[in-house]
């Protein structure tokens, strides 16, 4: 994809033309290369060129505001229905609580229909399913359907393609984006390699950029890709890999909150142990000064590879002050202490 610049010598427009969107069968419209976020005026495209006359459900592949900016303004003026992965849902019902991960919109969504992992779903003649595909984010899903007699894969941004010199000769090679920010264990990718070779795609349809070309072979190169980027971060980093990788092996929510005086606030402490053995976790939260609280350590045990939460009980000071504070949570592995590994921002507001 070519980006305006600096340096560039063409016009603006060269590089970002208005969005159209791209008729790919009878029965599937794509939001074409340049599509990067909702802008009201495709509603009118649809009506005009298309003879849309309805928006009856939105189905958003991941959290992330580029795909998901233009559904509260469809549903309040065109009754529009969101139906979304629960893993996708819960942040997009409640996006402050979830604010540590990058990319939301602050806006709640309402989820009108909740989809789980691997559900098969109606939509008029159309069967679809949905998968859990922690890839760019870790909440991220895939909906695959057959349209047009063609198995199409919604990839959202899980998908992208990239010119790779390989050997001294410039290849386009499949790739899975890797933000750490947005929540990543090696297992994730290997998933989403796992789906594509389930699913079979004859037809990738991205969140954005050129459609990718799409047969056994595109799907093995994207499936090497996240094995070599496995291998890679196994040799960046110590043992084990995804304690080093994970920067949300812990995560308080919610993240961001608005309280009066005198209430009461529940925290979660979520945690998902990377380790090898079963693993004692400890944690205490910090909160500003004038906050009540416990002020000791509860503890968790997990098992490999698994999750869970610890909750905690605070009551905000009886005096606001209207300013952004910090809290964060203190974390033992088996006794040793990670210092304060998490945070939650709080306001004590005024009523
Ligand atoms: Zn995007």
């Known amino acids: 994809m070519k980006v305006a610049g600096r340096e560039s010598v063409l016009p603006e427009l060269q590089f970002l033309p208005d969005p159209k969107l791209v008729q790919l069968s009878q029965h599937l419209l794509w939001g074409g290369v340049w599509s990067m976020r909702f802008i009201e005026h495709h509603l009118d495209e649809l009506r005009d060129d298309y003879g849309v006359k309805a928006f009856d459900v939105v189905v958003p592949t991941?959290?992330?505001?580029?795909?998901?900016?233009?559904?509260?303004?469809?549903?309040?003026?065109?009754?529009?229905?969101?139906?979304?992965?629960?893993?996708?849902?819960?942040?997009?019902?409640?996006?402050?609580?979830?604010?540590?991960?990058?990319?939301?919109l602050e806006k709640p969504i309402c989820i009108d229909r909740w989809l789980t992992d691997g559900q098969r779903f109606v939509?008029?003649?159309?069967?679809?399913?949905?998968?859990?595909?922690?890839?760019?984010?870790?909440?991220?899903?895939?909906?695959?359907?057959?349209?047009?007699?063609?198995?199409?894969a919604f990839t959202g941004d899980n998908y992208f393609m990239a010119e790779v010199d390989?050997?001294?000769?410039?290849?386009?090679?499949?790739?899975?984006?890797?933000?750490?920010?947005?929540s990543f264990q090696l297992e994730m990718h290997r998933r989403c390699a796992d789906l594509m070779r389930k699913i079979r795609p004859d037809l990738i349809c991205?969140?954005?950029?050129?459609?990718?070309?799409?047969?056994?072979?595109?799907?093995?190169?994207?499936?090497?890709?996240?094995?070599?980027?496995?291998?890679v971060f196994r040799q960046l980093v110590a043992k084990p890999a995804n304690h080093f990788i994970d920067l949300f092996w812990a995560r308080l929510l919610p993240y961001?909150?608005?309280?009066?005086?005198?209430?009461?606030?529940?925290?979660?402490?979520?945690?998902?142990?990377?380790?090898?053995?079963t693993i004692l976790y400890e944690a205490q939260l910090i909160p500003p000064s004038g906050w009540r609280t416990t002020a000791q350590f509860s503890a968790l045990k997990l098992e490999p590879a698994g999750r869970g939460e610890l909750k905690f009980k605070l009551?905000?000071?009886?005096?606001?002050?209207?300013?952004?504070?910090?809290?964060?949570a203190e974390i033992k592995i088996d006794g040793v202490n990670q210092g304060q590994i998490c945070e939650a921002l709080v306001t004590v507001r005024q009523e």
């Open 256 to 277: 961001v909150a608005v309280v009066a005086e005198n209430q009461s606030l529940e925290y979660r402490l979520l945690l998902r142990n990377n380790h090898d053995r």
């Open 62 to 104: 991941h959290i992330h505001d580029d795909h998901t900016c233009g559904i509260p303004h469809l549903q309040r003026h065109h009754g529009t229905k969101c139906w979304a992965l629960k893993e996708v849902g819960h942040v997009l019902a409640d996006p402050a609580a979830w604010a540590s991960t990058p990319g939301l």
């Open 206 to 231: 991205p969140g954005h950029r050129d459609l990718p070309p799409c047969d056994s072979d595109a799907v093995d190169a994207y499936c090497d890709f996240i094995d070599r980027k496995d291998h």
């Open 123 to 152: 939509w008029q003649e159309f069967e679809l399913e949905i998968f859990s595909a922690p890839g760019q984010t870790e909440f991220h899903s895939v909906c695959a359907a057959v349209i047009d007699e063609k198995k199409v």
């Open 315 to 328: 009551v905000s000071p009886s005096k606001a002050d209207n300013v952004r504070r910090l809290l964060t």
């Open 166 to 182: 390989d050997a001294g000769e410039t290849q386009t090679q499949p790739f899975e984006p890797t933000v750490l920010r947005n």
